[in-house]
C-alpha cells in the first residue's frame, strides 16, 4: 500500500489497498450461494371438518347430498380403482369431467364432495383427486373453480402392519 | 560504479474494480435478502405432493400451527422443529390451544396447516385431524407444492 506518495502534479494520493474488502465480499458471497435454499410455491386446499355439531329435533332435509368420491388403494397404497357415487372411473381426468357437468348450470357452493378413501392409500392420490374436483387451469392460466367444499369420510380398514 | 543503466520498462496495471465490487454487493445483497433462515416449518423430509391449482394464500392463516407428517413407519409428526410420534401429537395441541387461550383466541378459530408427505397414508393424515378436532380444532388447510400446467394440458 502507498499511502502519501506523490503524483506528477505534487498532491498526495492515497491509495486504499481494495484485496481485503473484496476477499471478505467473496467470502460472504459464497457463503450466502452455499446456504441459499430454494423452496418451490406451496398452496393451500381448504377443507372442511366442523365438528359434529349436537342439533335437537328432526334434522333438516338435507338440500344437496355431498358427491362420494370413493378411492380404492392396493395393498401397496397405489390407487385402484375410483368410483363416483358408484360409477367407476378410468382416471382423474374423467372425474373431473363429471364434477364439470354436475357443476353445469348450478351454484357451486351449494355443492359438496366427500372423500371416501381406503386408510392405506397414498396421500398424494387424495391431493389428486381433491386438484380434480376444486377446479382446474384454463387455456389463459387461469384458475376455475368448481367445488370448493371438501371434506372427508372416516377411513375405510386400518394401518398394514 | 554504474556505466550503464538498465531501464526496466515497468507498467503498473491498475484496473477499474469499481463495477466488480459493485456487482459483488448487489449479489450479496440479492442472497441476503432471498436467505431464508426459518426451516423448520418447510422440513426437507417431506415431499408434498404436487397440484396445479395449488397456490399461495392471498391473507396470511389466523394463528397458524404446521403440522408436518412424515412417511415414517409409524409415522411421525414435526412439530415447531420437534419430531414427535403420532400419539404424542395430543400434549403437544394442547400446550398450543392453551397458548391460545392466553392470547385470547380460541382454538376454533386457529388454522392447522397439514404438510403431509406424498407417501403417507390417508388414514393418517386423518388420524391426525382427529386428534386436532378432539382439542377444538376445526380449520384444516392441506398444503400441496406448485405444479406448473403446460399449455398443452389445459382444458
Known sequence: MRLGARDTTGFRRFELNMTPMIDVCFQLLIFFMLTLKVFATEGDFDIKMPLAAISEGTPKEIENPPIIVRMKADSRGRLAEILLTEKPLKSFQELREEIKQLCTGRDTTTLEVELDCDYVLRYEYVMEAITHVSGYVDQNGNIVKLIEKIKFKPARGGPVE | ?155
Open chain 2, 1 to 155: 560504479m554504474k556505466l550503464f543503466r538498465h531501464h526496466v520498462a515497468s507498467e503498473t496495471c491498475n484496473p477499474d474494480m469499481t463495477p466488480m465490487i459493485d456487482v459483488t454487493f448487489q449479489l450479496i445483497i440479492f442472497f441476503m435478502l432471498t436467505l431464508n433462515f426459518v426451516t423448520e416449518d418447510q422440513s426437507e423430509r417431506i415431499k408434498l405432493p404436487e397440484s396445479e391449482l395449488a397456490k399461495p394464500p392471498e391473507a396470511p392463516w389466523e394463528s397458524p400451527i404446521i403440522l408436518q407428517l412424515t412417511d415414517a413407519k409409524p409415522p411421525t409428526v414435526i412439530v415447531g422443529g420437534d419430531e414427535v410420534g403420532l400419539g404424542l401429537i395430543k400434549g403437544i395441541l394442547q400446550r398450543e390451544k392453551q397458548r391460545l387461550q392466553e392470547l385470547g383466541r380460541s382454538a376454533a378459530k386457529a388454522t392447522v396447516i397439514i404438510r403431509a408427505d406424498r407417501q403417507a397414508h390417508t388414514g393418517t393424515v386423518q388420524k391426525l385431524i382427529k386428534e386436532c378436532q378432539d382439542l377444538g380444532f376445526e380449520r384444516f388447510v392441506l398444503r400441496a407444492r406448485e405444479k406448473y400446467t403446460p399449455v398443452s394440458q389445459r382444458t
